[in-house]
């Protein structure tokens, strides 16, 4: 979810001159279109797939929960290009990275947290969620804990105000795990990395499977789902591939073996697909149960396709595809729209069961759900976006802060 601007050698091998991937942000927006129409037809539609020729490219909105897959391994790619550039090591401390990270993406987070309770308390969009695992009429205060301490992660069953504040909790832990990993890589390597990050990934899933009689009792995660920290890694690691290289040849050949590997994965992960194909509510229910083996999967391709995109030409296809102004645009506000966007569409959905459809025009519902609400989520979260992703609510702060000065020097 990350929108953090990459900054990248223009050759790995002998070239220190900066560089940005406009790509980055055309895949970042297509992700957040990916969920928000994926929740436009789930209101539409729920669970069920669609088996006319001409619906049937509509399915893959019932697979929205690939596209934070494709967020987790966006935002470890990006946060590690600075960082292969730099010899595989932080430009700044710790403390200064993890104080950038929360300028980044904690003032939005709370924005839409407090905004949404704000107007919950005066119109029931609670009650117009799609199911029972959206927003609630009433908020407890266990519940109100949870999701002002970003620990959604480790209470996931808590996650009842806005269903994308899940991976926004997770994301923010794994932004705390990222100077550890990038202190394995610059010491031990990157197959000793990649080996540790997934030894830590699948241990932390089956001791998240097999908990101690307190985690259990009392509900406790632990960074669920804590494969994620396998997404992340992967990210970090198509970075290097690409930018850690010492000569354009180790460039080149590890290139070529990553890629086949990820050919090789994307051949998994179809057959993962059509084997757990989603057809209705029973078949979306075994198709999480296996997520951490497709999300994994997934994970492998979308980083070898990051990896690839970086290295190819920006006259290719794909890449201009995705560097195209309108993708890119809105790239940059798409973290402000992947948040918001859930009370829009349950707003507008309300106000379309009002309208009272026959039941055999949910086609019509789906359009309208998707037009009305994509507009007004775009709309929104631009100007949002332009407020709290640019600092600009620090603004009357300061100029606060500087006439308090002001008038203490006069004084």
Known sequence: ??????????????????????????????????????????????????????????????????????????????????????????????????????????????????????????????????????????????VLAVNFSLMQDFFPQLNTIN????????????????????????????????????????????FAEHPPVFFHENQISILHPPYFIFLFAMGIFAAWVVYGQQSQYKVQERGLIFSVVGGLFFVYFLYLLQKFSIFDAKSAGAFFDRTKVIDTSFAVVVAVCLAGLA????????????????LTGMGKFSYSLYLVHIPIFATVHHYIEEMHLPTNLQHLHFILLSVAGTILSLGFAWGFARIFETRLWLRPMLWSSALRGKSLTQG
């Open 163 to 206: 269903g994308p504040f899940w991976s926004i909790a997770t994301e923010w832990h794994l932004y705390m795990l990222f100077p550890v990993l990038i202190l394995i890589l610059r010491r031990f390597g990157a197959s000793t990395f990649l080996i540790l990050a997934t030894i830590v990934a699948w241990g932390l899933t089956w």
């Open 311 to 326: 290295r190819t030409s920006t006259r290719n296809w794909l890449r201009r595809f995705l560097e195209q102004k309108l």
């Open 1 to 142: 979810m990350t929108s953090t601007k990459s900054i990248i050698p223009e050759s790995p091998a002998i070239s220190v001159n900066r560089i940005h991937l406009p790509f980055l942000d055309g895949m970042r927006a297509l992700a957040a279109l990916w969920v928000m129409l994926g929740h436009s037809h789930l209101f539409a539609y729920g669970w069920l797939n669609h088996t006319n020729s001409l619906m049937k490219p509509l399915n893959v909105f019932l697979y929205l929960h690939l596209a934070v897959v494709v967020f987790l391994v966006l935002s470890g790619f990006c946060l590690a290009l600075p960082v292969v550039q730099n010899g595989i090591s932080l430009r700044v401390s710790s403390r200064e990275f993890l104080q950038s990270r929360a300028l980044r993406i904690l003032p939005p987070y709370f924005a839409t947290l407090i905004l949404i309770l704000i107007v919950n308390y005066f119109f029931p969009i609670a009650t117009w969620a799609r199911n029972a695992s959206g927003l609630t009429p009433t908020i407890s205060w266990q």
